[in-house]
């Protein structure tokens, strides 16, 4: 089974970028779209992006002026970046595998960093 | 965007009975329908992909049907491990779109 970690500052000033990274190991990350999910406290889930193992990518229109996610294939990680955020950027950040063989169903999960925007 | 609205938002009941939970989405999304557990500080974990399909290693107690619109998770006898929180998401189309979550909690 594939697992997922990410990695990254978990206390961000308003205005900074977020960088994370995920980490995957015991698979490749070929033919499988890698997704950045994020989670206020208390709150709902809330998909970010994905890129494709080839580095296309597709993000949430709410975010997509904001966000970049990217890969790296030769050392089994993609990452997120979001600029200019402010305390509502607040979440605990998950990376996911989605499936393409299985309706893009987010089967790996990693255990999520908590970011916090503040100064 | 696709708009995905479960009920109930929470939901109280006891170990050993038949719960459902029930997800409508804004537009039809096909069998693009899948379910989610999430218990408290936890990452998510997928129980139900393409609407009805359990994935490996969920117990056969959680099992999801619909088509379109409207989809039912269901889980025939509760265990004290499933109280917890469950999502749906729609992958039929980006951006991908999740409910509000349903809180399964103890009676």
């Known amino acids: 089974q594939v697992q997922l970690q990410e990695s990254g500052p978990g206390l961000v000033k308003p205005s900074e970028t977020l960088s994370l990274t995920c980490s995957v190991s015991g698979g490749s990350l070929t033919s499988y779209y890698w997704n950045w999910i994020r989670q206020p406290p208390g709150k709902g889930l809330e998909w970010i992006g994905y890129v494709y193992y080839s580095g296309s990518t597709s993000y949430n229109p709410s975010l997509k002026s904001r966000v970049t996610i990217s890969v790296d294939t030769s050392k089994n990680q993609f990452s997120l970046k979001l600029n200019s955020v402010t305390a509502a950027d607040t979440a605990v950040y998950y990376c996911a595998r989605g499936r393409p063989g299985s309706y893009y169903a987010f089967d790996d999960w990693g255990q999520g960093t908590l970011v916090t925007v503040s100064s | 965007d696709i708009q995905m609205t479960q009920s109930p938002s929470s939901l109280s009941a006891s170990v050993g009975d038949r719960v459902t939970v029930t997800c409508r989405a804004s537009?039809?999304?096909?069998?693009?329908l899948n379910w989610y557990q999430q218990r408290p500080g936890k990452a998510p974990k997928l129980l139900i992909y393409?609407?009805?399909n359990l994935q490996s290693g969920v117990p056969s107690r959680f099992s999801g049907s619909g088509s379109g619109t409207d989809f039912t998770l269901s889980i025939s006898s509760l265990q004290p491990e499933d109280f917890a929180t469950y999502y749906c998401q729609q992958t039929y189309s980006t951006p991908y779109t999740f409910g509000q979550g349903t809180k399964l909690e103890i009676k």
């Open positions: 537009q039809t999304i096909s069998n693009y």
């Open positions: 393409g609407a009805s």
